[in-house]
T-cell receptor
Framework: NAGVTQTPKFQVLKTGQSMTLQCAQDMNHEYMSWYRQDPGMGLRLIHYSVGAGITDQGEVPNGYNVSRSTTEDFPLRLLSAAPSQTSVYFC?????????????FGQGTRLTVV | GIQVEQSPPDLILQEGANSTLRCNFSDSVNNLQWFHQNPWGQLINLFYIPSGTKQNGRLSATTVATERYSLLYISSSQTTDSGVYFCAVDKAAGNKLTFGGGTRVLVKP
């Protein structure tokens, strides 16, 4: 099992450009989430999904879109990149509330917007 | 939302020393995890511990859910233990984690 895989690992964008960060998991987890980590801080929730076709906003959703067409994939779209979106982005997956809801994270995507 | 506070913010240890990191949270939780973020930025799962005590090698963790805190113990620290340790909680499942600010640990040889 690869776990949670994010691509790309690094990306530089110009202000106003758009891009999609990819996230895929092979653990058959229903729940997936996107977080961002700014320097010296903990992670903050951007968007999350409880299953295919269902998404919702987290703490810092502005400037980002998501969709969930399959259980395995949860892409994050930046519509018009801004310097304030320079950050490290993490994708995570987990199972619904029950015995074990441990979340597993991808290796992160370091994004710089110039 | 839930507030998560970690202490101390910074910790400098001599190799071989023991230490305790603390995580306080403001509401009941169904998920509590400890992570180690290594110098390359990778988040490594240490413990999933919404209650009780667990041990994994030189690391152990205890969560007292009724008093809303968790402790991470590092024994016989090694330089590879350096990095940032995060506590994260969720009231329900593990898909909406709230992270603490982290404890930055530096282990000197």
């Amino acid at each position: 099992n690869a776990g949670v895989t994010q691509t790309p690992k690094f990306q530089v964008l110009k202000t106003g450009q758009s891009m999609t960060l990819q996230c895929a998991q092979d653990m058959n987890h229903e729940y997936m989430s996107w977080y961002r980590q700014d320097p010296g801080m903990g992670l903050r929730l951007i968007h999350y999904s409880v299953g295919a076709g269902i998404t919702d906003q987290g703490e810092v959703p502005n400037g980002y879109n998501v969709s969930r067409s399959t259980t395995e994939d949860f892409p994050l779209r930046l519509l018009s990149a801004a310097p304030s979106q320079t950050s490290v982005y993490f994708c995570a997956s987990s199972s619904p509330a029950g015995v074990d809801t441990e979340a597993f994270f991808g290796q992160g995507t370091r994004l710089t917007v110039v | 939302g839930i507030q998560v506070e970690q202490s101390p913010p910074d910790l400098i240890l001599q190799e071989g020393a023991n230490s305790t990191l603390r995580c306080n949270f403001s509401d009941s939780v169904n998920n509590l995890q400890w992570f180690h973020q290594n110098p390359w930025g990778q988040l490594i799962n240490l413990f999933y511990i919404p209650s009780g005590t667990k041990q994994n090698g030189r690391l152990s963790a205890t969560t007292v859910a009724t008093e809303r805190y968790s402790l991470l113990y590092i024994s016989s620290s090694q330089t590879t233990d350096s990095g940032v340790y995060f506590c994260a909680v969720d009231k329900a499942a593990g898909n909406k984690l709230t992270f603490g600010g982290g404890t930055r640990v530096l282990v000197k040889p």
